[in-house]
């Protein structure tokens, strides 16, 4: 049994406060500790009385953490944990064992994965302030904060009011964060009716036939060829985005274009613009319960080349429990002030959320643990009435290319499937035409730190800069 001892030396208010977490590293599994003898043995070599060379230690740690990359790449979970435990021993490799943090905390599946994430987080902090890597310091800071506020600490309760929480959100300079119902959001349930958020956001239960959903899941299950084919990283590496225009006016040359036919009949109920759409947007995700995505406006090419939206965005869920909710806000860019109304909705599957193109959202990383090989499975589809198609230059992909030929080589793992299926063009009802489910209702966005036990002060009246509003993610 090892104690691990971590102090992290935090300067808040002119005064030097020491906050120290010890903790009993939690037993390895035996497939674990059968991996890192394999492991251990394969970088030490053959047994030798000759002392190696000053330079071999660092070799077999980059080489260790090579492996502990590839095993993560390829959801080798246990094989990735022992590899990055040698390859960290006795190095102060921050980067690397951020890496491995954020790792653990996207495959934790107990209490004690969690310990271990909050005790790589402390010690990747201490050691960037040590050798003065001040943006590592601060990625695990930030994460740090999101641990315990979430609940997911080895308290197993959020410490949102913490002391520790305050001084860590002081010391990286924050003035305000998503509010606590945010960060801290309730596992499950829907709100009541508001007045007002049905111009941002609609929600239709059920929306597509359960042959349409059985369609999609097959396209984008986790082990489905289509991530391959786009190099897309499941175990939730960060990955280009890429996605797939349709014309309107050529629905039902494709399975997904008939899909899309029927959202675009739900969606201009909800929002009677979708009418103008001359072209549908399409991009898929597949990603681990603690993997959420940061705060953005929708845009044609990301932005590039001028911001243009779309006139709505949609979300398609293929699975339920696993990751965190939507956060849809009030918010515009062309807004000089903070989001003042926002409202969460739990993925669901089968569950269509639809949402007005030009306001700021994201979706909040998910609290507790699942299974390892848990994902949130989403397809988004945006609606624009006009949206320029191009064609990759890497040979992987971009933001608006064309459909792939069925027999494309490029894309032979998934693009057969895009064939029209006639079940789909048969008679069958439309989505209910009034929503069946609401969103559920924030108090606010946004909410100033404030010391514990004090009440939040005022948000500001103008928009503050971005590196003072803490996300978490």
């Known amino acids: ?179 606590r119902e945010i960060l801290c959001y309730a596992h499950s349930g829907s709100g009541v009716p508001a007045i007002g958020s049905e111009a941002y956001v609609r929600i239709v239960d059920d929306a597509l036939t359960p042959p349409m959903v059985e369609h999609l899941e097959a396209l984008f299950g986790v082990d489905s060829g289509f991530w391959k084919d786009h190099h897309y990283h499941t175990a939730g590496d960060a990955c280009p985005y890429f996605s797939y225009v349709h014309d309107l006016a050529c629905l039902g040359e494709t399975s997904l274009g008939q899909i899309i036919r029927r959202i675009r009949r739900a969606a201009v109920k909800l929002f009677p613009g979708v009418a103008r759409a001359r072209y549908a947007e399409w991009w898929a995700h597949c990603r681990p319960h603690a993997s959420g995505h940061q705060l953005h406006f929708d845009s044609d090419d990301e932005g590039r080349g001028g911001l ?25 860019l062309a807004d000089g002030k903070l ?37 949130r499975v989403t397809w988004m589809v945006a609606f624009w009435e006009d949206i320029k198609m191009r064609a990759p230059t890497d040979g992987i992909g971009c933001a608006a290319m064309a459909l792939p030929r069925l027999d494309d080589p490029k894309h032979s793992r998934w693009a057969p499937t895009l064939a029209p299926v006639p079940q789909f063009d048969e008679e069958v009802p439309d989505a209910p035409e009034v929503p069946n489910t609401v969103p559920i209702v924030l108090p606010s966005v946004w909410e100033t730190v404030s010391a514990p036990g004090a009440t939040p002060g005022a948000l500001p009246t103008k928009l503050p800069p971005y590196e003072v509003c803490y996300q978490g993610w």
């Open 1 to 179: 049994q090892v104690l691990s001892l971590c102090a992290m030396a935090l300067l808040a208010n002119g005064k030097r406060v020491l906050v120290i977490r010890r903790r009993q590293r939690h037993r390895s599994t035996e497939a674990h500790q059968v991996l890192a003898g394999k492991l251990r043995r394969k970088a030490e070599g053959k047994a030798s009385t000759k002392q190696a060379p000053p330079k071999a230690a660092p070799r077999r740690s980059a080489r260790l953490l090579e492996e502990a990359r590839a095993a993560s790449k390829r959801l080798d979970y246990e094989a990735a944990v022992a590899a990055y435990e040698l390859g960290l021993e006795g190095t102060t490799a921050v980067g690397a064992r951020l890496e491995f943090a954020k790792m653990l905390r996207c495959w934790a599946a107990s209490s004690g994965d969690l310990e271990n994430v909050e005790e790589q987080l402390r010690q990747t902090f201490v050691e960037s302030k040590q050798i003065g890597d001040e943006g590592t310091a601060r990625q695990a800071l930030e994460l740090l904060v999101l641990l315990i506020t979430g609940g997911d600490s080895m308290h197993g309760e959020s410490r949102e009011g913490d002391e520790e929480v305050w001084n860590l959100l002081k010391l990286g300079g924050f003035k305000v964060k998503l509010h």
């Open 308 to 332: 243009r939206h779309p006139i709505i965005s949609s979300v398609v869920a293929l699975t339920s429990g696993v990751g965190g909710p939507t956060l849809v806000t009030d918010q515009r």
């Open 339 to 375: 989001a003042t109304k926002g409202w969460l909705v739990h993925p669901q599957r089968n569950r269509l959320v639809c949402f007005d193109g030009s306001v700021l959202h994201g979706v909040i990383p998910g609290r507790g643990v699942r299974p390892v090989k848990a994902r």
